[in-house]
Structure formats: structure tokens, C-alpha cells
């Protein structure tokens, strides 16, 4: 019998403001240990938060992006437990009027196909602050720099049915966030990250009992957690086991889940609404003011990319994964056909880019300096060939198209005159294969337009080369 999975995440997004989300010290990462603190983050007697409205406008785009229901009044909560990092003993959170409601969320898969994973609530609350280990032997030291910073939480449905719905859907709200500017995205410094919820059933049965794997800060890490963790639960399953409700986290280093405390109900945390913070109350206004400052969003630009470009649905996806290699592109694919400028981006500049280990935003080839590039291959200057090597010469050296163009002397031959010189000499010097082109082996073709370009040191425009040499071939000496 199967066992059908299902999986629930609960993002938390490091909004980017200035400041924090009820105090005025800075967010700024990495800066020494507890010097961005003050009286309210530090949880001093008689300091009272002050709600950061920066915080609230990033809350509504995210909202207005996934269509959800925006809750026009929402309250702020306490959200009680202790932990040394959170000076309070609690949590400043929403819980049952958060400010982002239902929505939704549409995601493609490998195999082209698309879903639709609902979003249950999107709310506002206040980051922990951290405990650092390394530095100390048989103690632990606290920082509390990131208390405070804001956090928007945001939590599906559990609407995902293996790994690779939810390393998609991941993926779609992370670029999400990044299109709207709301987070920088930062996996490695934990500005974004999720908690699953796994459990396993028979297809049609009720939920099981969930297991939470909590701070996963990488899809890959992510995409492993839930597997390990289908396999673990399916085995206690047949073996005639029962599922504990617990927390666990994932060991990058073991590839494996373990238990870190049993899981906590909603009723264990004493919700109840923070005496010092006014309900927060949306009017029209402010929310249309949010609205007409969101970018075109992810899924409007996917389908623009494949009416106006051409494009499939794959490439156009790739293209706009991110806002900065969408942008990137459209510099590159003005005035020239979209295709051959989506397959330079997707192909050659993605992959230096992914062997170099460096992001879109970083990238040593200028958006107008390929646009150039791949111009002078539709102008037939150059081959495509000779074009990823000066592609590879700018990425890694720098310098201007048309200067190494001229310089290397690389200008594409299109005399039919002179190509024709060298498929002659070529036909000539190889008998043998030609007798055996025209006894019906197609294939020596490439033989022949290699030789060609050999002779040519690659600048024979290949177009010509092919005609020619079929002209050449197919006639009877």
C-alpha cells in the first residue's frame, strides 16, 4: 500500500527595512556582537515598541502579490515561551488576526506541469536574537543584534505532495520576495528560511501526525530534510510504530533528522494580545499606494517574456526566476531575436556565472556588452563559435567586442568566392569521402564542413559553407 506525503511550510522573511520592526536600531548584518540594541530590544522595564510602518507596507505588497485577503484590522500578540535569546520571555507576533490573509501561490514544475499551493496567513512578529557556541567552552554567549529585526512569517497550506513541490514553491516565494524588495533573500545569512511539516498517509485518510523540521536554509538542505524524513516515518509506519509529534532538526553533515523537543500547540505559547501595541488598522488608501508602487511580478513577466520574445514556457521561467536576471536580459534581447538572446543568457553567461560561483548582480559581462556580442552574430561579423570565445576572453579578461574583433582579425568570411576556394581544395583532398557521401552516408557532411572551418581557422560563415558543400557534393564530377 502507498503512502501518500504531506507537506506544510512556514517561511520567515527578513523584511528589509532600515530599522527594526518596533525600535529605531539598525538590522544591518554582522556587525559586533549586541552593539545594535537598545532599551525596547533589550526588553528594559517601562520601554515600549513603537510599530516600524515600513514593516507593514513590504507585509501588504506580499498580500497584493499572492492575492490574498488583506485583513484591514489585525492585532498584535504575545506569544509566550522562554529561550535565552528572547529577552522578553515572549514573542511579539500575530495569531489570530494577522495582516495577510488567504492567498495563493503558482508554481511550475520540472515536467512543465503547475499547481496551486494556497497560502493560509502571512503575519508580522519580531526575530529571536541567537546563541553562539563556537567561541565558548562549556557555556554559550547571546547576541542580540537580529532581536527585533522584523520577520514576516508566511504559511501554506499543507498543499504539497513530495520534495520537489516544495523546493518549487520555495523557490517561487523566494524569488517573490527578492522581485518585490521586501527581503534580500540571504539563505546563508538566514534572512530566509522555512520550518517543514511532513507526515505521511494512506491516499484519502485523514493527516497524520506531523513532524516539524525547523530553520532549513537552502533548497538543497530543504529537498534532503523531507526526504530523509518521508523514509524515517514510513518505516515506523510498517514496522507497526506510531509517528510522536515533535520538532527536529536537520544534520547537514549526517544527512538526517533528529528529535530537538517535542511540538508545541498553540495554546502552549498563551497567546494574548500585547496590551502595549494598538490594533493595526489598513485603510484604501495606503493599500492602493502599496499597490501602485509592486514591479510586474513573476508570472505577469513570464508570460509578457513568451508573447514578446517568443520564448517557451521553460526558458521564460529560467529567465525570470530572478528580477535581476530578467532585467539582465531584456538589456540583452533589446533589438535583437529573442531566441538566440534567451539561449546566450541561459546557456554560455549562466554557466560561467555557475562555474565562476558568483550571483547575476556581480557579473563582469555588461547586459549592453553581450547584446553587442550576439549582434554581430546576426550581422554575420562573427560565427557563434568565435563569439564564445571572445565571450570567454571578456568574462575573464575584459575588454570591447568590436576591439578584440579587429585586433584577432576575426572577422567572418562571407566572399562565396573564397569560401568556394576552400570547399574545392577540401572536396579534392578527400576522395574517399566523398565517394562515400554519395553512396548515402549524410553523416560525412560534418566531416566535410569541419574540415572547412579548419581551413577557414573558424571564420567561414557556416551557412555558406553548408550550401556550397552541398552544391559541391550532390553535383556529379
Keep these: 500500500m502507498d503512502w501518500e506525503v504531506v ?19 539598525s538590522t544591518a548584518f554582522g556587525a559586533e556582537p549586541n552593539s545594535h540594541t537598545c532599551p525596547v530590544c533589550l526588553a528594559m522595564p517601562g520601554a515600549l515598541p513603537v510599530l516600524n510602518a515600513a514593516a507593514v507596507d513590504k507585509a501588504i505588497a506580499l498580500g497584493l502579490a499572492i492575492g490574498a485577503q488583506l485583513n484591514r484590522k489585525s492585532i498584535f500578540a504575545r506569544k509566550n515561551y522562554f529561550y535565552p535569546d528572547l529577552p522578553k520571555g515572549y514573542q511579539i507576533s500575530q ?38 557556541h563556537e567561541a565558548f567552552v562549556g557555556q554559550s554567549g547571546i547576541d542580540l543584534n537580529r532581536a527585533g529585526t522584523p520577520l514576516l512569517e508566511i504559511v501554506s497550506e499543507p498543499d504539497m505532495r513530495s520534495s520537489a513541490e516544495a523546493v518549487a514553491y520555495l523557490k517561487k516565494l523566494h524569488a517573490l520576495v527578492r522581485y518585490l524588495e521586501i527581503c534580500d533573500g540571504n539563505m546563508q545569512e538566514g534572512s530566509f528560511r522555512c520550518d517543514a511539516n511532513v507526515s505521511l ?52 553533515n549526517r544527512d538526517e533528522t533528529r528529535s530537538m523537543r517535542s511540538k508545541e500547540e498553540a495554546n502552549d505559547y498563551r497567546y494574548f494580545p500585547d496590551p502595549d501595541l494598538l490594533p493595526l488598522v489598513l485603510d484604501e488608501a495606503r493599500i492602493e499606494k502599496v499597490r501602485q508602487g509592486l514591479p510586474e511580478l513573476p508570472d505577469a513577466k513570464r508570460a509578457r517574456f513568451m508573447d514578446q520574445y517568443q ?18 536580459f531584456e538589456v ?23 562555474k565562476a560561483g558568483i550571483e547575476i548582480q556581480e557579473c ?39 576591439a578584440i574583433i579587429d585586433s584577432r582579425g576575426l572577422r567572418q568570411i562571407t566572399d562565396v568566392t573564397a569560401i568556394a576556394v ?56
Design 422 to 477: 576552400m570547399v574545392d581544395a577540401i572536396i579534392s583532398a578527400n576522395p574517399q569521402q566523398v565517394a562515400g557521401y554519395r553512396a548515402g552516408k549524410d553523416k560525412l557532411l560534418g566531416f566535410f564542413v569541419g574540415q572547412v572551418m579548419k581551413a577557414s581557422q573558424g571564420k567561414a560563415n557556416p551557412d555558406q559553407v553548408n550550401a556550397l558543400l552541398l552544391e559541391r557534393l550532390q553535383k556529379p564530377d
Design 311 to 328: 520564448l517557451s514556457a521553460y526558458d521564460a521561467g529560467v529567465l525570470t526566476a530572478s528580477r535581476d536576471l530578467a532585467d539582465y
Design 332 to 354: 540583452v534581447a533589446d533589438g535583437v531575436e529573442g531566441k538566440l538572446a534567451a539561449n546566450w543568457v541561459m546557456g554560455d553567461l549562466l554557466g560561467a556565472l555557475n
Design 7 to 25: 507537506i506544510g511550510l512556514e517561511v520567515h522573511a527578513q523584511l528589509n527595512t532600515a530599522t527594526k520592526i518596533f525600535c529605531g536600531c
Design 364 to 402: 563582469p559581462v555588461p547586459a549592453d556588452k553581450l547584446r553587442l556580442l550576439v549582434q554581430r552574430i546576426e550581422d554575420k561579423t562573427i560565427s557563434g563559435k568565435i563569439a564564445k570565445d571572445i565571450f570567454e576572453e571578456i568574462f575573464h579578461q575584459g575588454g570591447e567586442v568590436d
Design 201 to 252: 498517509r494512506r491516499p484519502g485518510a485523514p493527516f497524520g501526525t506531523r513532524a516539524e523540521i525547523k530553520n532549513l536554509n537552502s533548497f538543497r538542505f530543504l529537498e534532503k530534510a523531507i526526504e530523509y524524513e518521508i523514509l524515517r516515518q514510513k518505516d515506523i509506519l510498517e514496522s507497526g510504530g506510531s509517528i510522536v509529534q515533535e520538532t527536529r532538526l536537520y544534520d547537514a
Design 95 to 132: 495569531y489570530e488576526l494577522p495582516v495577510v490573509g488567504q492567498g495563493q501561490l503558482m508554481v511550475q514544475m520540472a515536467d512543465g506541469t503547475e499547481k496551486v499551493i494556497g497560502v493560509t496567513r502571512a503575519h508580522l512578529e519580531e526575530d529571536a536574537g541567537k546563541s553562539l
